[in-house]
Antibody, heavy 122, light 111 residues
Framework: QVQLQESGPGLVKPSETLSLTCTVS?????????WGWIRQSPGKGLEWIGS???????YYTPSLRSRVTISLDTSKNHLSLKLTSVTAADTALYYC???????????????WGQGTMVTVSS | QSALTQPASVSGSPGQSITISCTGT?????????VSWYQHHPGKAPKLMIY???YRPSGVSDRFSGSKSGNTASLTISGLQAEDEADYFC???????????FGGGTKLTVL
């Protein structure tokens, strides 16, 4: 059974870089599938941030593309999210997730982590 | 502001049926049969309940069903049970560079 667990600082200062890790168990990320990050801001809906393929190619949502980087560490079987120049608008519950279909970039996520809350505040 | 519009809340009594709507545009819901529905209990991982408009993953009760008409998708839960009380949100593939869009979520209360 594939399981995902997000981790990282719960508090980030404005203008700094948000860094999160998603540890994957029960499946080798180098074996296939895209792996994604999704966030939910307080009182708002979910937003797909981006996804990365096991080969390393990545797709990002246009509104965050200039600030976000998603990467894989196959030796540790985890993926990472970096979001630069954060503001209060980046305060959110951040999830990592995997799509149901092996070739899908961002559609129908059937495996999710529990999420990690990140607050941007000085 | 979410890309897909859902009612903030719905409620129903045990045994009843409820329907949650999810309205998008011709660039997402109306243009593709890739609508998904998720159940979310706060503090837990979201659970996929419906995919590709009306397909249930293995293990999901057949009390959950999905449909679509034009730019609006719907999730129907029949025979409401207390355990169904949760947040439900929809998503759809988008033919734009955003790729996947989500609804704002609907809180289901079982009275």
């Amino acid at each position: 059974q594939v399981q995902l667990q997000e981790s990282g600082p719960g508090l980030v200062k404005p203008s700094e870089t948000l860094s999160l890790t998603c540890t994957v168990s029960g499946y080798s990320i180098s074996s296939g599938y895209y792996w994604g990050w999704i966030r939910q801001s307080p009182g708002k809906g979910l937003e797909w941030i981006g996804s990365i393929y096991h080969s390393g190619s990545a797709y990002y949502t246009p509104s965050l593309r200039s600030r976000v980087t998603i990467s894989l560490d196959t030796s540790k079987n985890h993926l990472s999210l970096k979001l630069t120049s954060v503001t209060a608008a980046d305060t959110a519950l951040y999830y990592c997730a995997r799509p149901r279909k092996a070739g899908s970039v961002a559609n129908t996520f059937d495996t999710w982590g529990q999420g990690t809350m990140v607050t941007v505040s000085s | 502001q979410s890309a897909l519009t859902q009612p903030a809340s719905v409620s129903g009594s045990p045994g009843q049926s409820i329907t949650i709507s999810c309205t998008g545009t011709s660039s997402d819901i109306g243009g593709y049969n890739y609508v998904s529905w998720y159940q979310h209990h706060p503090g837990k991982a979201p659970k996929l309940m419906i995919y590709d408009v009306n397909y249930r993953p293995s293990g999901v009760s057949d009390r959950f069903s999905g449909s679509k008409s034009g730019n609006t998708a719907s999730l129907t839960i029949s025979g409401l049970q207390a355990e169904d009380e949760a947040d439900y949100f929809c998503s759809s593939y988008s033919g734009t560079s955003t790729l996947e869009v989500f609804g704002g979520g609907t809180k289901l209360t079982v009275l």
